[in-house]
T-cell receptor, first 114, second 111 residues
Framework: GDSVTQMEGPVTLSEEAFLTINCTYT??????LFWYVQYPGEGLQLLLK?????DKGSNKGFEATYRKETTSFHLEKGSVQVSDSAVYFC?????????????FGTGTRLKVLA | EPEVTQTPSHQVTQMGQEVILRCVPI?????FYWYRQILGQKVEFLVS????????KSEIFDDQFSVERPDGSNFTLKIRSTKLEDSAMYFC?????????FGAGTRLSVL
């Protein structure tokens, strides 16, 4: 079945450092891809999405490009802030059964130090 | 901004007891989901619900689990007889199209 693989965390960076969190996927169809963020004590919030190959999703300085040739959707940010500290989840929607259920990666915890 | 709300935020129960986790989805959404996350593991799909019936369920969603939309606003997950391994964070989600909006989760602790 479909699956998502994320890099293991935690990732610890200094403020203003460059961030990359790797995400690769396997899918039988043509899923949409998502990054969700979970701040402490809160739910999963949509950060950005891409619906087809070569689409770039972006929000709050974060970007990710849907790369069909490498089956990847890596999350990047040029300059992280302390407030970006959270857990980041890569996900795809699986519509093989008509329900668009999400398949998530394991999540990557990011800690940004001042 | 509309949001999905879940109650309670933390539920502690004894093994073998029944629990009901409650969710209020976004009001004009038609698709509803439950996911769970055991500590340190992936967020896993449990069940999807559309048009007042289950549209898909995972292998995890066995006969001990049930879902219901008892009125026009609530969406509940019932675990009939809890086991230690049911301890997890349970997330409710709803969608109107292909973007799912998640609640803050209910942490279930089975003792």
């Amino acid at each position: 079945g479909d699956s998502v693989t994320q890099m293991e965390g935690p990732v610890t960076l200094s403020e203003e450092a460059f961030l990359t969190i790797n995400c690769t996927y396997t899918a039988t169809g043509y899923p949409s891809l998502f990054w969700y963020v979970q701040y402490p004590g809160e739910g999963l919030q949509l950060l950005l999405k891409a619906t087809k190959a070569d689409d770039k999703g972006s929000n709050k300085g974060f970007e990710a490009t849907y790369r069909k040739e490498t089956t990847s959707f890596h999350l990047e940010k040029g300059s992280v802030q302390v407030s970006d500290s959270a857990v980041y989840f890569c996900a795809l929607d699986d519509n093989t059964s008509g329900t668009y259920k999400y398949i998530f990666g394991t999540g990557t915890r990011l800690k940004v130090l001042a | 901004e509309p949001e999905v709300t879940q109650t309670p935020s933390h539920q502690v129960t004894q093994m073998g007891q029944e629990v009901i986790l409650r969710c209020v989805p976004i009001s004009n959404h038609l698709y509803f989901y439950w996911y769970r996350q055991i500590l340190g593991q992936k967020v896993e799909f449990l069940v999807s619900f559309y048009n007042n019936e289950i549209s898909e369920k995972s292998e995890i969603f066995d006969d001990q689990f049930s879902v219901e939309r008892p009125d026009g606003s609530n969406f509940t997950l019932k675990i009939r007889s809890t086991k230690l391994e049911d301890s997890a964070m349970y997330f409710c989600a709803s969608s109107g199209a292909n973007i799912q909006y998640f609640g803050a989760g209910t942490r279930l602790s089975v003792l």
